[in-house]
């Protein structure tokens, strides 16, 4: 049942560490983490790093728990590993661990496959931005064709073209791009992004639209108030589950972590708290 998370006050986010603060995390992945505590772990969406959840991350860090951020394959410190969603699933479960699992987009629709195939390890998923998969099979297929499509464009124009057209699509209306986070984004390789367009795009996915229902952890979904694509999705995913909850990012789009990053940390610091209980007694 889902169950609707009273309108947020956002919290100050703490003045940005640097990375030298954040100790490099073992594992098949390149991650960081920082703070001790229960661990919570921080996945990034398409074209971004780990250090996209920074600002949201370290807030989290401050009320007494471990935070991971990890680079998904073909991006930023992983960019040169190749692997569809399974694998990569697989890959973050060897890397982190027993975790709270936050993710946006891309990285979502990983965490959800986690959840599916690692349940024991997953305590509780929230998810940003994220599709299930699409169920039509006429149009999963069109979208496969659509992703590879970009792949060969983003091959041929170069990571700093792609990333103009990526963020200029109405998707991202209202998203300007810092410094810092265009450096950021311009550490990935063409060849990186290409690949996990093509190995992990949403046109790859089998739908789990069916298969919600299993998870029977805490379950967060989340969205932007102007991401009218995601927004009912977001709403559906936490009607799926069993201990579902939905909260609005208000003021932001689809990389609401981005627009609304104290927001998002209030969201998460409610919803953690509020299921601390159920989470100790899995333990």
């Known amino acids: 049942m ?3 998370m009273a309108s947020p ?6 003045k940005r560490a640097a990375m030298s603060d954040w100790r490099p995390l073992s594992g098949p992945l390149a991650a960081r983490l920082s703070g001790n505590g229960r661990r919570v772990v921080f996945i990034h969406g398409f074209t971004q790093t780990g250090r996209s959840w920074i600002p949201v991350a370290e807030r989290i860090a401050a009320l007494g728990y471990e935070v991971v951020i990890v680079d998904l394959p073909g991006h930023g410190d992983s960019g040169s590993i190749r ?18 699992y936050v993710g946006y987009s891309l990285g979502g ?4 496959h986690l959840a599916l195939m690692y349940p024991h ?7 940003l931005s994220t599709s299930p998969g699409i169920v039509d099979d006429d149009e999963r297929l069109a979208r496969r064709a659509t ?3 970009l792949a060969t464009r983003l091959l041929e124009s170069g990571i700093e073209s792609f990333l103009e057209e990526w963020v200029a699509q109405p998707l991202f209306a209202g998203l300007a791009l810092t410094d810092e986070d265009r450096r950021d984004r311009l550490r990935n390789t063409a060849e990186g992004l290409a690949t996990s367009l093509r190995l992990a795009g949403t046109g790859t996915q089998v739908p789990l ?7 029977n952890m805490p379950v967060l979904g989340m969205a932007g108030e102007h991401d009218l694509k995601f927004h009912p ?5 936490a009607a799926s589950v069993p201990h579902g909850s939905f909260g609005t990012i208000f003021g932001a789009g689809h990389a609401a972590h981005v627009q609304q990053p104290a927001q998002v940390a209030t969201r998460l610091e409610l919803w953690l708290r509020d299921t601390k209980a159920a989470t100790a007694l899995s333990r």
């Not at 990569?88 to 027993?98: K, V, Y």
């Not at 390890?121 to 998810?127: E, F, G, Q, S, T």
């Open 2 to 4: 889902s169950m609707p």
């Open 109 to 112: 629709r990983v965490l959800l």
């Open 121 to 127: 390890i997953a305590d509780r998923v929230a998810v």
């Open 9 to 14: 006050m956002p919290m100050p986010i703490p």
């Open 209 to 215: 639209w069916d298969r919600l229902h299993s998870l």
């Open 83 to 100: 692997a569809d969603l399974r694998t990569t699933a697989d890959l973050i479960a060897s890397t982190t661990g027993r975790a709270t």
């Open 233 to 237: 999705m977001a709403e559906r995913i």
């Open 147 to 149: 992703d590879d499509q």
